[in-house]
Every structure is written in structure tokens, then in C-alpha cells.
């Protein structure tokens, strides 16, 4: 079992940056990607970021390419989101999220989840 812990979130105006971390511990050797994902009220939960741990390799939705940043501390097992330029149409709920998969941005892929963290942008 993989267990994660997010931090960080909580209330911006527009164009403000939040930072969100997401740690990991458990059998963590047996996951390579950590993605973010978001769910606003009554809709389906998107698919923000993804990072691979090996590689470094980095994957965004295009609603957040240029704005939101995804990184990784591989010795604190610790995926990070750093976002930047935010918009209201960006409050929902965040989500980190671990497995193997190469089906990185499909959340029902992924069978580790964080406990989720608001984040809220006003106009």
C-alpha cells in the first residue's frame, strides 16, 4: 500500500500562486508516476499533471501548460505543484495520485489517493 498526505491549498485571488506537496510513504518503490488531479462540484475529476519519478519526465493538461508546475524530491518522496497565475475556473478540489501506469492523465488508473485539498480563486 502507498499512503499520501497533501498540503497546501486554500484561498487566492486571481493571478495569485498557491503550492501544493504531496508525500508519500508505504511501498512507494512500487509506483513511478505521481499526478495531480481536480474535481469541481458536479463535474468529473480532470486530470492536471503528471510527473514520472524515474525520469523526470513531466506531463500538464493543456488548461494549466505555462501557469502550473510539477516537480519531485525523490528523497522525501514528495511530489510538488506549483501554480502560478491562478484563475477562478481553477477552484475545485485537488487530488495527488500514485500508481505504475503509463495512462497517466486517466484518474481510473491510479489506485492511490490523497485525502484532497480545496483550492478556492477569486475574481
Known amino acids: 500500500q502507498v499512503q499520501l498526505v497533501e498540503s497546501g491549498g486554500g484561498l487566492v485571488q486571481a493571478g495569485g500562486s498557491l503550492s501544493l506537496s504531496c508525500a508519500a510513504s508505504?511501498?512507494?518503490?512500487?509506483?513511478?508516476?505521481g499526478g495531480w488531479f481536480r474535481q469541481a462540484p458536479g463535474k468529473e475529476r480532470d486530470f492536471v499533471a503528471a510527473i514520472n519519478w524515474n525520469s523526470g519526465n513531466t506531463y500538464y493538461a493543456d488548461s494549466v501548460k505555462g501557469r502550473f508546475t510539477i516537480s519531485r524530491d525523490n528523497a522525501k518522496n514528495t511530489v510538488y505543484l506549483q501554480m502560478n497565475s491562478l484563475k477562478p475556473e481553477d477552484t475545485a478540489v485537488y487530488y495527488c495520485?500514485?500508481?505504475?501506469?503509463?495512462?497517466?492523465?486517466?484518474?481510473?488508473?491510479?489506485?492511490?489517493w490523497g485525502q484532497g485539498t480545496q483550492v478556492t480563486v477569486s475574481s
Open positions: 495520485a500514485a500508481d505504475s501506469t503509463p495512462y497517466y492523465s486517466n484518474y481510473r488508473r491510479y489506485r492511490y
Open positions: 508505504g511501498r512507494t518503490f512500487s509506483t513511478y508516476v
